[in-house]
């Protein structure tokens, strides 16, 4: 299969897809009004919530969405071929992830830029908030620790890497001095900090940087086995233990400082900065794709799975849970991009338009890991690494980054530089995305503060440490730095879950206003049935296998789905008998 043909039939749905779908619900289902008073205007406070020029925030939305999900996911659900991945991936972005994407950002927007979690209250019903807020504070607990795991991996295994990621947090911060109180403009500090920073990815390979094990720990009873006996390495595998809990450690000093920070200081800035770089990463993987042509090795549909993987349908729609559509978009949107957006029409450029940014990474992950990567370790090579599930799915980060350094080299750039670059922009964005994830965390402890009464954790620093504080916990708490990881097989479910809930939350609403709701419901209906199937296939596997860390979290996140969806249903009655649970359906702040 010619990845040019893939490539060409997913770009160009995506134009149709905002040209004419998202023009479509802008106009006859949202009815974006450019004259309403957003909160950034209303509550402006230079910290939280500040007004952004749309391009800006675009770049601070799409970068704190677009983490390594969207690349880890597809490049493990290829596993039962590239058709499947494919069609979840453009029809999912098209008419599942941006539609809920946009929904949230404007429905947030309308409702003083409140989390969906505390919207649920007043559209769903009192007892809704507390069990969405809790949905969403493991969603969020699990993503801060996991994000802070995988950088530290990808810190070991390319220390090339540290100099420009770590260097991108100084160019961030000149940035927004120079944005936000030179008012220089945009353009010349974006270019260059590109620039700069492609100096730095240039310099990393001459000056890589490893961590030294600061924890010294001995090799543990697993290791030794592994090692077979041999124990200079097992040693070696404790040290690197030792150097993941160094790094996580430091990425949480790192997320609290920068959670609290005025968001245009640090976030806004760091996140444009890195939007460019996304841009060109998919730019270098489209010319290369283009000028070399990479055949896609992959079968449409892998009839000979492995005897460990899963059967597609329905874990197909929870593997890639970003890139398609993920709740976590919908905490982003309702939780940081509400307080930024200037004007109520640029919701559709910064959700919907985000989203499709994330599918265009999705569908080059796609191509990355069946063409690219193939062409790095050879049809056989390919096929092994594909052979096993585990293996895919623990190796599915590092197939990208090989695959587009391969694609990269075609068009002349050096490998080792290539492979450096992927790996700049994979930290980059995890990074990002736990940056958005710390603060959003803050928020959320913070509603809970308010909801129990309990002033003390209202305070932004006294959250910030807690949420820094449990997240760290879960992190290194567990598998000696590893911790997130093994409650990981539950982001999926727990992401798609939170998606279709953040879409129950806009349907509720728009049938207050008593407008069409085909658009959220389809989606809703098929989100929440696929991730119910899902959860209980898994939850049987959990009882079968005694994993009974994973069954007792996972069922308990099952209790509060079906508790909350019962709380829609009867919202639902109630609104179709004609029965409000909103006060002013259009929100306030004109």
């Known amino acids: 299969m010619s990845s040019i043909a893939l490539l060409v039939v997913g770009l160009l749905a995506f134009l149709a897809g905002y040209q004419i779908y998202s023009k479509y619900i802008a106009r006859h289902i949202y009815r ?11 509550f402006e406070d230079g910290v939280d919530f500040v007004p952004t020029n749309k391009h800006v925030l675009f770049g601070h939305h799409f970068t704190s969405v677009a983490g390594a999900a969207p690349i880890v996911g597809p490049a493990i659900a290829v596993i039962w ?50 069990l969405f807020l809790l949905i969403i504070f493991f969603l969020l607990l699990l993503v801060n620790a996991v994000f802070a795991v995988v950088i530290a991996n990808l810190f070991i295994a390319s220390p090339g890497a540290v100099l420009p990621v770590w260097g991108t947090l100084v160019v961030a911060v000149v940035v927004g001095i120079l944005i ?29 940087f490893e ?113 398609a559509i993920s709740g ?37 992950s796609i191509l990355a890991a069946t063409a690219g990567f193939a062409l790095y370790v050879g049809v056989d090579g390919w096929h092994e690494h594909y ?5 895919a799915s623990s190796g599915a980060t590092m197939a990208f980054v090989n695959g587009v350094g391969v694609i990269a080299e075609g068009i002349g750039i050096p490998h080792a530089v290539a492979t450096i670059f992927a790996a700049v922009v994979v930290i980059s964005f995890a990074a990002t995305t736990m940056d958005t994830g710390m603060r959003l965390q803050r928020y959320i402890i913070a509603e809970l503060g308010v909801e129990y009464r309990v002033r003390l954790v209202q305070n932004r620093w006294v959250a910030t440490l807690i ?31 939170t998606a279709g809930l953040s879409l129950l939350v806009v349907t509720l609403f728009l049938l207050k206003l008593r407008r069409p709701v085909w658009v959220t419901v389809i989606p809703m209906v098929f ?64």
């Open 81 to 130: 071929g590239w058709l499947p991945a494919f069609l979840w991936v453009v029809l999912g972005t098209v008419f599942a992830g941006a539609v809920h994407d946009f929904g949230t950002l404007w429905i947030s927007t309308r409702h003083k830029a409140n989390s969906v979690g505390t919207l649920a209250e007043s559209i769903v019903g009192g007892r809704a908030r507390v």
């Open 328 to 364: 976590f978009h919908g905490l982003v949107a309702s939780g940081t991009s509400a307080k930024q957006l200037n004007k109520e029409t640029d919701a559709r450029y910064v959700g919907y338009g985000g989203m499709l940014g994330e599918g265009t990474l999705a569908l080059t």
């Open 32 to 42: 974006l009004d450019p004259d309403f008073r957003t909160p950034a205007h209303e």
């Open 180 to 208: 936000y109180r030179s008012r220089m403009g945009i353009l010349w500090p974006s270019l260059g900090a590109l620039l700069v920073i492609y100096v730095l990815i240039w310099l990393g390979q001459y000056a890589p």
């Open 527 to 590: 989100l929440l049935f696929m991730t119910t199937w899902a959860m209980v296939l898994n939850l049987i596997r959990y009882f079968t296998e005694s994993h009974m860390l994973l069954l007792g979290v996972g069922g308990l996140i099952f209790v509060l789905e079906l508790w909350l969806m019962f709380e829609g249903a009867a919202a639902l009655r109630g609104v179709l008998a004609g029965r409000g649970v909103i006060g002013d359906a259009e929100g306030s702040g004109r």
């Open 387 to 391: 052979g096993s599930w585990a293996k």
């Open 211 to 323: 961590l030294p094990d600061l924890i010294g720990f001995a090799p543990s009873g697993a290791q030794l086995t592994a090692a077979q006996g041999d124990a200079s390495v097992a040693a070696a595998a404790a040290q690197v233990d030792g150097m993941r809990i160094g790094w996580v450690i430091i990425l949480f000093v790192y997320a609290f400082f920068a959670s609290v920070l005025p968001v245009w200081l640090l976030l806004q800035p760091r996140d444009y900065i890195n939007s460019h770089q996304l841009f060109v990463a998919l730019g270098i993987i489209s010319v290369g794709i283009l000028v070399a042509n990479p055949q896609v090795i992959a079968p449409a549909i892998n009839h000979d799975l492995p005897s460990d993987a899963p059967n597609w349908f329905p874990l197909l729609f929870i593997t890639i849970a970003c890139g």
């Open 467 to 497: 949420a820094v504080a449990c997240c760290g916990a879960l992190a290194v708490g567990l598998d000696r730095g590893a911790g997130g990881m093994r409650l990981w097989p539950l982001f999926g479910t727990t992401n798609q879950l």
